[in-house]
């Protein structure tokens, strides 16, 4: 028996109404909103506390995250402990998840190395209905996009990293988008597989841990 298709509608065709996060998870599980889903091992939701004040948002699972079913695990996960040690927030009571659920990658070599691609815009907007329904739930006060997939995801096409990292900006309020109708703030920094593959790994690691101190420090602001 063939593999079912995609829906032509994304994640939408399947994000159930009226739950929590334990039911996003399961429903997500499910997912078949684009092709990423006929390769990948899982699907891999997100991680942490249902109340937590800042969320991450990164791009999408790797091979480590794919093959265990959790956020942040391999060495980018990793480093972006060891960057949220030094920037003062716990990862313990964060809320970690991608902007796409599905590993994907190509294969190379003889045994087969999975090798991973850059979700399309397509894969991102598919996807984005999980992402929204997850901070409608969670309403953090200080969104961080990592890296430019998750920048895309909620902030569109023409979000760009080296213009709008280290700042805080409003969180926009579109009543068409319930993720994004609670006053907070949005942070975008760079994605800590990026940090990794920097030509200077040491600067590119300060500047990650300097736009973390300020998502640290906005915790502290009054309400918008």
């Given at each position: ?8 509608s ?18 997500a ?5 684009c ?48 960057a949220?040690d ?47 329904a997850?901070l ?26 080296t213009r709008?990292?280290g ?43 300097a ?8 915790l ?5």
């Amino acid at each position: 028996m063939s593999a079912p298709s995609p829906s032509p509608s994304g994640a939408a065709a399947f994000l159930p109404a009226h739950v929590g996060l334990e039911g996003l998870r399961a429903a997500a599980a499910q997912c078949r909103g684009c092709e990423l889903y006929r390769d990948a091992t899982q699907t891999v939701f997100s991680k942490g506390s249902p109340t937590a004040t800042v969320v991450l948002v990164g791009e999408q699972p790797g091979d480590a995250e794919d093959r265990r079913g959790a956020p942040f695990v391999g060495p980018a996960g990793q480093l972006l402990d060891r960057a949220l040690d030094e920037a003062g927030l716990d990862r313990s009571v964060l809320y970690v998840t991608n902007a796409v659920k599905h590993f994907r990658f190509r294969t190379e070599g003889p045994g087969r190395r999975r090798i991973h691609q850059t979700p399309e815009g397509a894969h991102v907007d598919a996807c984005k209905p999980w992402l929204l329904a997850e901070l409608a739930i969670v309403d953090p006060k200080v969104v961080v996009l990592l890296g430019a997939t998750a920048g895309r995801a909620l902030l569109g096409p023409s979000f760009r990293v080296t213009r709008d990292r280290g700042r805080l900006l409003p969180r926009p309020g579109r009543a068409d988008e319930p993720a994004t109708v609670h006053l907070g703030w949005i942070l975008a920094t760079l994605h800590p597989s990026a940090v990794l593959r920097a030509d200077d790994p040491e600067a590119a690691y300060a500047g990650f841990v300097a736009d973390l101190r300020v998502a640290e420090q906005a915790l502290g602001r009054p309400g918008r």
